[in-house]
């Protein structure tokens, strides 16, 4: 038995399960009825806690990521920078800018001309915290927030930039954050997907988003994330076809999975399995998805909260409240891409319009989830997937500028799920060029998102074609100072 089980790529051992809880054979049941998926661990290590079972307590139960796709200006938000007003036009220092790789749009720029934020900065809360006219809304709340001012990434362009920040990877095929959450902790509710994919989109220049960004990898495909719609039809061909009853579709499903266990029995293919979960999870969301969709039964009090935006379908805000209420039904990682801030020029009126977006949706759900007692054990993130250069793209003008690709440093923050609140973390230099104080790696924002979910970035491996994977790589470190 114990061969079939290795040769199907089952990696919990059965052996130090009973030997440690010396309970015999009743706890193995009881375990199997608490934990469904205590014995559908694949590709692991051999004495890899089996899954749903955390390394230790965690912080955190779930995770809302608010990805600015295109990586919003750091220094027209977050990054108040008065020396580079003073130094506008201005070539850059090159003891400053150093030999750092450019992207194709600025490598053959004759002059590179510093400029600061057209809009004033104000500091805010009890710490202090710098924010900009553009964020009145986030300016409110940013004691309820940690502020991360040194990340850094290696990747210069957009998609893989884009790419690294979601998967550990700046290659593609590697599972996303909430396709290895999935299968490191398992689902919180039968009838709704572990992870979950909004879509908006504001009206700057878009970078592409695409599947990829969400799938399993080489993990099960039930780990994959869901893309949810703003259509009639949330989740595509989720309803039961024309001339088709409930109960003839539980009937023919009766039948399918019945063909697929054969199968499964004479293979042992473990994407057998997967496919009959996913046929019974489809099934079940059938009743599930329109209730969490349907928002005529929230107050008038979310539009203050949300803003105007919140009650049409497809917009930022609307995505806002829908990943409260995921989350609030037991969706364990919600992400939402909202596109638009890839601002190389035209960039003050964009990033105003960019701003107004997202800026009360943003603080709104932070303020909801706080109220409801969610905020505790919810992580929420908001940033993009690098930052913007301190010199002009093209030509500086009096009203207008644009700012490319700066991978060397960019602001996020985070709130909730046990991070420390108004804090803000790490600096950078007078121009906003480089890190000079707690430098943050993509690595270790991974290893620290996993940590509050009661996840070792070591531990969290899956063996494929050889090799151990991680989400982080062969880095990272938690970024203990972060932590409450």
Same mark, same amino acid.
């Given at each position: !038995?114990?061969?079939?089980?290795?040769?199907?790529?089952?990696?919990?051992?059965?052996?130090?399960?009973?030997?440690?809880?010396?309970?015999? #054979?009743?706890?193995?049941?009881?375990?199997?009825?608490?934990?469904?998926?205590?014995? %559908?661990?694949?590709?692991?290590?051999?004495?890899?806690?089996?899954?749903?079972?955390?390394?230790?307590?965690?912080?955190?139960?779930?995770?809302?990521? +608010?990805?600015?796709?295109?990586?919003?200006?750091?220094?027209?938000?977050?990054?108040?920078?008065?020396?580079?007003?003073?130094?506008?036009?201005?070539?850059?220092?090159?003891? #400053?800018?150093?030999?750092?790789?450019?992207?194709?749009?600025?490598?053959?720029?004759?002059?590179?001309?510093?400029?600061?934020?057209?809009?004033?900065?104000?500091?805010?809360?009890?710490?202090?915290?710098?924010?900009?006219?553009?964020?009145?809304?986030?300016?409110?709340?940013?004691?309820?927030?940690?502020?991360?001012?040194? $990340?850094?990434?290696?990747?210069?362009?957009?998609? =893989?930039?884009?790419?690294? +920040?979601?998967?550990?990877?700046?290659?593609?095929?590697?599972?996303?954050?909430?396709?290895?959450?999935?299968?490191?902790?398992?689902?919180?509710?039968?009838?709704?997907?572990?992870?979950?994919?909004?879509?908006?989109?504001?009206?700057?220049?878009?970078?592409?988003?695409?599947?990829?960004?969400?799938?399993?990898?080489?993990?099960?495909?039930?780990?994959?994330?869901?893309?949810?719609?703003?259509?009639?039809?949330?989740?595509?061909?989720?309803?039961?076809?024309?001339?088709?009853?409930?109960?003839?579709?539980?009937?023919? +499903?009766?039948?399918?999975?019945?063909?697929?266990?054969?199968?499964?029995?004479?293979?042992?293919?473990?994407?057998?399995?997967?496919?009959?979960?996913?046929?019974?999870?489809?099934?079940?969301?059938?009743?599930?998805?329109? *209730?969490? $969709?349907?928002? %005529?039964?929230?107050?008038?009090?979310?539009?203050?909260?949300?803003?105007?935006?919140?009650?049409?379908?497809?917009?930022?805000?609307?995505?806002?409240?829908?990943?409260?209420?995921? &989350?609030?039904?037991?969706?364990?990682? &919600?992400?939402?891409?909202?596109?638009?801030?890839?601002?190389?020029?035209?960039?003050?009126?964009?990033?105003?319009?960019?701003?107004?977006? &997202?800026?009360?949706?943003?603080?709104?759900?932070?303020?909801?989830?706080?109220?409801?007692?969610?905020?505790?054990?919810?992580?929420?993130?908001?940033?993009?997937?690098?930052?913007?250069?301190?010199?002009?793209?093209?030509?500086?003008?009096? *009203?207008?500028?644009?700012?490319?690709?700066? =991978?060397?440093?960019?602001?996020?923050? !985070?709130?909730?799920?046990?991070?420390?609140?108004?804090?803000?973390?790490?600096?950078?230099?007078?121009?906003?060029?480089?890190?000079?104080?707690?430098?943050?790696? #993509?690595?270790?924002?991974?290893?620290?998102?996993?940590?509050?979910?009661?996840?070792?970035?070591?531990?969290?491996?899956?063996?494929?074609?050889?090799?151990?994977?991680?989400?982080?790589? &062969?880095?990272?470190? #938690?970024?203990?100072?972060?932590?409450?």
């Amino acid at each position: !038995m114990e061969k079939e089980i290795i040769e199907h790529g089952y990696s919990f051992n059965r052996r130090r399960f009973l030997s440690n809880l010396s309970l015999g #054979v009743g706890s193995v049941a009881l375990g199997s009825l608490l934990m469904p998926d205590l014995f %559908s661990r694949k590709g692991g290590e051999a004495d890899a806690m089996p899954l749903g079972v955390p390394h230790f307590a965690p912080k955190a139960k779930r995770i809302i990521y +608010l990805f600015q796709n295109g990586a919003p200006s750091q220094q027209e938000l977050f990054d108040y920078k008065p020396k580079l007003r003073e130094m506008r036009g201005q070539e850059i220092p090159p003891s #400053v800018r150093g030999t750092q790789r450019l992207t194709g749009m600025t490598a053959n720029q004759a002059s590179f001309p510093l400029v600061g934020s057209f809009v004033d900065f104000a500091q805010y809360g009890q710490s202090r915290a710098w924010v900009s006219e553009l964020m009145p809304h986030t300016a409110k709340i940013v004691d309820e927030l940690c502020f991360v001012r040194s $990340m850094y990434t290696e990747a210069i362009n957009h998609d =893989p930039a884009l790419t690294f +920040l979601q998967t550990g990877a700046q290659q593609g095929n590697r599972p996303s954050m909430g396709a290895w959450l999935s299968y490191g902790l398992g689902n919180l509710n039968q009838n709704l997907p572990c992870f979950t994919v909004l879509l908006s989109r504001g009206i700057g220049n878009g970078q592409g988003v695409y599947s990829r960004l969400w799938t399993n990898g080489f993990l099960d495909s039930v780990h994959q994330g869901v893309q949810f719609s703003s259509g009639e039809d949330p989740v595509l061909y989720l309803r039961d076809p024309d001339g088709m009853n409930r109960s003839e579709r539980r009937e023919m +499903l009766d039948n399918l999975s019945r063909l697929n266990d054969m199968s499964y029995q004479e293979f042992g293919d473990p994407e057998i399995a997967t496919k009959i979960q996913q046929y019974e999870m489809a099934y079940r969301m059938q009743t599930a998805i329109p *209730d969490v $969709m349907d928002v %005529s039964r929230e107050s008038d009090a979310m539009v203050k909260l949300y803003g105007p935006e919140c009650f049409i379908p497809g917009t930022y805000a609307a995505n806002c409240l829908l990943a409260r209420k995921l &989350v609030e039904n037991g969706v364990r990682f &919600v992400q939402l891409y909202h596109q638009g801030w890839d601002q190389h020029g035209n960039l003050p009126y964009e990033i105003t319009q960019q701003a107004k977006d &997202v800026d009360q949706a943003s603080a709104g759900l932070i303020m909801d989830l706080k109220q409801r007692g969610l905020l505790d054990d919810t992580l929420v993130i908001w940033g993009g997937e690098f930052g913007r250069t301190s010199y002009t793209q093209g030509k500086l003008t009096p *009203d207008n500028y644009g700012r490319d690709h700066h =991978p060397r440093c960019f602001t996020i923050w !985070m709130a909730g799920g046990g991070i420390k609140p108004g804090i803000v973390y790490g600096e950078t230099d007078e121009l906003g060029y480089n890190i000079t104080q707690n430098p943050v790696h #993509v690595h270790d924002f991974h290893a620290t998102v996993l940590h509050q979910l009661g996840l070792d970035h070591e531990k969290l491996i899956y063996k494929h074609q050889g090799r151990r994977y991680r989400l982080t790589d &062969v880095a990272g470190k #938690v970024v203990s100072d972060l932590l409450s």
